[in-house]
């Protein structure tokens, strides 16, 4: 069973930067899983920050980005902001129409 | 405007069905693969199902495979999910979801606001 692995909680100071990763219980990530990434606020429906590793949703500002670092997917968040605070997600794609979800991380900002 | 209004949630009985609908407008819906990911209370997100553009292919996850299929019909611009056999375990919302690229089977960019399934 392919299990995708985030960070459970992580926290930034306002102003800070931040990266999250992505990974991979038995593998190495790289661009062939196509890593996208979310947020959400609970209650809320997810927003669509990155797709394809790096392209930016419209009307995502340039402080979240996407990255392969290692062998993990990465969001760097540059500059945090208070409403930054949320859970993110991430998903890899295995083929086949397969998509996974990772566990999420829930990113705090103090 | 891009939208997603999905449609058809409610509270069932476990063993029963249950059809979602989830209506686009402000795209060529016909141009692109559309998902379905759910999300129980309290837990993450989890892919559920993909179809392609056209319809001829689709895909699902292990936990509703045999018993959810997604279809679709762009004469009417909609996306469906038809669940059965539901379990107290399929209790999420569900949020219908565009694949960003015309011809692609992963990743979202454009998400409906969700509708809330219970099975008890």
């Known amino acids: 069973q392919t299990v995708v692995t985030q960070e459970p909680s992580l926290s930034v100071s306002p102003g800070g930067t931040v990266t999250l990763t992505c990974g991979l219980s038995s593998d190495s990530v790289s661009t062939t899983f196509y890593p996208s990434w979310y ?3 609970p209650g809320q429906t997810p927003r669509t920050l990155i797709y394809n590793t790096n392209t930016r949703s419209s009307g995502v500002p340039d402080r979240f980005s996407g990255s392969i670092l290692g062998n993990k997917a990465a969001l760097t968040i540059t500059g945090a902001q208070a409403d930054d605070e949320s859970d993110y997600y991430c998903v890899l794609y295995m083929g086949s129409g397969i998509s996974v979800f990772g566990g999420g991380t829930k990113l705090t900002v103090l | 405007q ?5 449609s058809g949630g409610g509270v069932v009985q476990p063993g029963r069905s249950l059809r979602l609908s989830c209506a686009a407008s402000g795209f060529t819906f016909s141009n ?19 179809i392609s553009y056209d319809g001829s292919n689709k895909y699902s996850a292990d936990s509703v495979k045999g018993r959810f299929t997604i279809s679709r019909d762009n004469s009417k611009n909609t996306l469906f999910l038809q669940m059965n056999s539901l379990r107290a375990e399929d209790t999420a919302v ?7 690229y015309s011809s692609a089977l992963h990743a979202f960019d454009i998400w409906g606001q969700g509708t809330m399934v219970t099975v008890s």
């Not at chain 2, 891009?2 to 999905?6: A, D, H, N, T, Y």
């Not at chain 2, 569900?94 to 960003?100: D, F, I, T």
């Open chain 2, 32 to 50: 692109y693969g559309m998902q379905w990911v759910r999300q129980a209370p309290g837990t993450g997100l989890e892919w559920v199902a993909v």
């Open chain 2, 2 to 6: 891009v939208q997603l209004v999905e």
């Open chain 2, 94 to 100: 569900y949020y219908c979801a565009k694949v960003p």
């Open chain 1, 39 to 41: 947020q959400q606020t």
